[in-house]
């Protein structure tokens, strides 16, 4: 296979079905910029990770996530699992409502220009995290590239699952109930943080690690954090009540929020958390399981396009 040929994993419902529509556009541009490819289309959740599993595995070198950061997490998650992951380099057309690790990296948020962008297959080496949870009792785990956490957030995403989902409705909307939901009946929770081998025990509102600087289609949660810095970012919010966290929260768009007196910022390459209630978990937008959990830094662990 020759070593520019691409595998592009498309996942036509993301943005609400309109990857789906974009997509022989986008398409006819990759074909313009020059790059030589084939693809395939992701059926269900969870179905981008076999995917590139695969084409990695298949030899590869070019593996490329159209959708939404949902989709970028999968794909980044088979590249990683298989046995050529050194050998393959991961490039993003973003088609989502999020958009939120494309904001650190650096890459057009325009599809379009993003083909143009990922033509060029100059790449650098980025940091990724690993995430240890359960799930229906059992021990599970996942690689993230631009956040994970539980807590607050988290049962936000779990919200959001729950709702009805409709494909005439913005996945904006569905997020933005959640929220208000999450919030009027959310409880901090006691639990025991280490980080770097350092514990302390308290209530908190959220436990959030970062190696990117956004998440929630824009917040700056971590505006410090560098993809390549061989660190995550860990933003803990401690026991803040309602109010007080419904006037702090616009700061977090601005990344000021870090200089609360109930806002904690620290780095570190191994963090757990043990909580004494059910906590959920997620990665990159993701649902995934709940707590206990252990948070681990893989440096350098992936090829990304630039």
């Not at 691409?6 to 910029?33: C, F, S």
């Not at 707590?291 to 990304?304: E, N």
């Amino acid at each position: 296979m020759p070593k520019n040929y691409a595998k592009v994993i498309v996942n036509p419902v993301a943005g609400g079905g309109k990857t789906g529509r974009k997509w022989p556009q986008l398409k006819e541009q990759l074909t313009r910029d020059g790059l030589a490819y084939d693809f395939d289309f992701t059926a269900c959740k969870g179905h981008g990770i076999e995917l590139a599993y695969s084409a990695a595995n298949a030899g590869y070198s070019f593996i490329i996530a159209v959708g939404g950061d949902g989709t970028v997490n999968e794909v980044a998650n088979g590249i990683l699992k298989s046995p050529n992951c050194k050998n393959t380099t991961f490039g993003v057309i973003n088609t989502g409502t999020g958009s939120d690790f494309i904001r650190t990296l650096g890459s057009p948020r325009d599809p379009l220009e993003a083909c143009n962008f990922l033509g060029r297959q100059t790449r650098f080496l980025i940091d990724v995290g690993l995430v240890e949870y359960f799930k229906d009792g059992k021990k599970a785990s996942r690689y993230f590239i631009n956040y994970a956490g539980t807590g607050f957030d988290s049962e936000t995403a779990e919200t959001t699952n729950r709702l009805p989902k409709s494909r005439f409705i913005s996945n904006t909307v569905p997020y933005v109930v959640a929220l208000v939901l999450t919030l009027v009946r959310y409880r901090n929770r006691d639990l025991k943080l280490t980080v770097d081998g350092k514990s302390r025990r308290g209530r908190f509102l959220s436990v959030i690690v970062a190696n990117g600087r956004f998440f929630g289609g824009g917040m700056k949660v971590a505006p410090m954090a560098e993809l390549s810095d061989g660190k995550l970012d860990v933003i803990t919010v401690n026991d803040i009540g309602k109010l007080e966290l419904l006037k702090a929260f616009p700061r977090i768009y601005k990344g000021t929020h870090i200089t609360h007196p109930k806002v904690s910022l620290a780095t570190a390459s191994l963090v757990e958390v043990d909580p004494v209630e059910r906590m959920p978990v997620s990665a990159d937008g993701e649902l995934l399981g709940e707590g206990p959990v252990v948070f681990r830094l893989m440096p350098q662990a992936l090829a990304i396009a630039c």
